[in-house]
């Protein structure tokens, strides 16, 4: 009996492709009809279900071979929908997947299966850290009143490093007094502060004049009139010496010296006469060489920036960055807003801060 | 030991009722928002205009607006070229299927990155990790009608309505958050002609755009979607989201 109705099963089975074969094109069409665009639009699915041929459509010998052409492909893979769509069930669908994402996957897609070329030049994707602005954790001074009088470039000892990259322990920002008006620049989190506008003007590096070295700079020797500045780092507790000179820092290096940023906390007895005044919270500091001074009875005294004070010029190491519609330069933790101020070209601080 | 079971129970049946929400959808509507979506997953390439004005909601809270005009061509599934022109200034999107570019003619600066292999997955990531926006990008997934019925408790066919001298399919989805107004044109083939979105929690500030320009299948050369660099640009680099 079993045995029978496999025979019967067998028969049906070898009818039915026998009428599949006669008729390709009937099937096509009903598949056609419930495929949606899928199968109609192409991409990478198209091709695969479309027939090599199709003897029994008159249309076939207009229409150019498939093999033989170029495969068009859709401009998304072409349309997809849920195949079962009850309209007459007023409550909340539940057969359709729901996912996190806002936006469907697309890998049903033909892809050019082609590796990537790198040999483009790409932009560096910054993340955003944690903003210290106003959490004072930079340095110690090691000798305010030492070093001062130490003169001469022949005792340099320890680090060998040459660093002239921006050094992200001496770029935080200290948070200013002044409330700002101005709603912030939101991003990714995180509001922008600025009291000023933006205005956008390209960054170039400011150049204070001749004895003014850019970070990177490289020289042989030093005058005997350089003194050596010791900085004690606080989160590794080590002594970083730096030769402060007219203005510069430098760091020694195997073959002489090169300039590095100024260190949060060096104590110096004179800067240039090219220094500007800055307006920082109702108090006066000076700006050089990216350095913000503050001046007290033994001279003066490398301060964080302090968000919201206006700059003319900034020096080398900064990188435009832009930040969602604005494009700010930054040095370390420390982005500058491009602003105008009666005509000029300037920069402000900006004050970064976690939005809740 | 009662009390913990009852509360349960009592968001056992908060969860249920949830699920049961009702929902009002017109099959028209879906059936128009269906062609629609089917007559762009069978092109190979478009160009169109699109002319936008977005609100804003300032922090006096008024409703500031802004205007774009936006022509966009894609070009298989791994091609785009955006460029927009409005009150927030110039700018422009390459994509070429394997590097993405925003260049910035205000500023002359432009942002390369690696994309995804295509644009819907290029425009998905873009969007994630730098919030660029690509005007009118959900009309362009394939299953648009089923992300609408997914995100929107009544979507009503609203009649026919000339617009622009064009006649046109007026459809409303709505939610507790957003309204979306679509007119889809009925003037030879169904494709977007305006939409209105709503964000009703939002001092209901409105983002709007007019579709205009359709040109189907146009055959665009590929160097187009490739990015030259302008002789003083400069490359800049780019803060993620998050």
């Known amino acids: 009996m079993t045995a029978h109705k496999i025979n019967i099963k067998h028969t049906l089975g070898l009818i039915l492709i026998f ?87 697309t890998n049903n897609r033909a892809t050019t299966g082609q590796g990537k070329v790198t040999n483009r030049k790409t932009s560096n994707v910054k993340n955003k850290t944690t903003n210290r602005a106003g959490n004072k954790s930079g340095n110690k001074i090691g000798n305010k009143t030492g070093n001062n009088n130490r003169v001469g470039n022949n005792t340099r000892i320890g680090n060998n490093n040459v660093n002239i990259n921006v050094n992200n322990r001496n770029t935080y920002v200290r948070g200013g007094s002044r409330a700002y008006v101005r709603p912030p620049y939101r991003y990714g989190g995180f509001g922008y502060y600025c009291h000023r506008p933006y205005f956008y003007h390209p960054y170039t590096p400011f150049y204070w004049g001749p004895v003014y070295h850019p970070w990177g700079f490289f020289v042989a020797t030093l005058a005997t009139t350089a003194i050596i500045v010791s900085i004690t780092n606080d989160d590794t507790n080590e002594k970083e010496e730096y030769n402060y000179e007219n203005g510069n820092y430098y760091l020694k290096t195997e073959d002489g010296f090169v300039a590095v940023q100024a260190p949060i906390g060096a104590e110096v007895p004179e800067i240039p006469k090219e220094a500007q005044k800055v307006e920082v919270d109702n108090s006066t500091n000076y700006y050089y060489g990216g350095a913000f001074y503050e001046e007290n009875k033994d001279g003066y005294i490398v301060v964080p920036a302090t968000a919201g004070t206006i700059v003319p010029g900034l020096p080398e190491g900064g990188e435009e960055v832009k930040i969602g519609d604005v494009t700010y330069v930054q040095f370390g933790q420390t982005y500058y807003q491009p602003i105008q101020v009666d005509g000029k070209d300037m920069y402000e601080i900006v004050e970064v801060k976690q939005e809740g | 030991m009662k009390k913990p079971l009852f509360l349960l129970s009592i968001l056992l049946s908060s969860y249920l009722s949830f699920s049961q929400t009702d929902k009002t959808i017109d099959s028209t509507a879906v059936f128009v928002l269906d062609k629609m979506s089917d007559i762009i997953g069978d092109l190979t390439s478009v160009t169109f205009d699109i002319n936008t004005s977005v609100d804003k909601v300032s922090a006096s809270n008024n409703l500031i607006k802004s205007y774009s005009k936006t022509t966009v061509t894609f070009s298989g599934p791994d091609k785009l070229l955006v460029r927009t022109d409005g009150s927030r200034g110039q700018s422009g999107f390459w994509y070429d299927g394997e590097y993405f570019t925003y260049y910035n003619y205000d500023e002359n600066n432009y942002v390369t990155l690696e994309a995804p292999d295509t644009t819907l997955e ?121």
């Not at chain 2, 209901?204 to 030259?228: A, K």
């Open chain 1, 19 to 105: 009428i599949a074969l006669i008729f390709p094109s009937d099937l096509l069409a009903q598949r056609m009809r419930g495929g949606g665009g899928g199968m109609r639009g192409g991409g990478g699915s198209r091709s695969v279900s479309r027939p090599t041929h199709t003897p029994s459509r008159s249309k076939q010998a207009a229409r150019p071979s498939t093999s033989q052409r170029t495969p068009k492909r859709s401009i998304n893979g072409g349309s997809t929908k849920t195949k079962s769509r009850d309209f007459s069930n007023k409550k909340k669908t539940t057969n359709r997947s729901t996912t996190n994402k806002t936006r469907p996957n």
């Open chain 2, 122 to 242: 290029m425009i998905d990531q873009m969007h994630l990790d730098f919030d660029f926006t690509f005007p009118a990008a959900d009309f362009f997934y394939p299953n648009f009608t089923d992300d609408v019925l997914e995100h929107f408790n009544t979507i009503k066919f609203l009649g026919k309505k000339t617009l622009d001298n064009e006649e046109c399919y007026h459809i409303l989805a709505s939610n507790d958050n957003i309204d979306v107004q679509i007119w889809v044109s009925n003037k030879t083939y169904l494709l977007p002609k305006h939409f209105v979105i709503t964000y009703k929690k939002e001092s209901n500030r409105q983002y709007e755009s007019t579709f205009s320009n359709w040109s189907l299948n146009p055959d665009v050369p590929d160097r187009v979607f490739h990015f030259l660099t302008p002789p003083t640009a400069k490359l800049i680099n780019i803060l993620k989201k998050s």
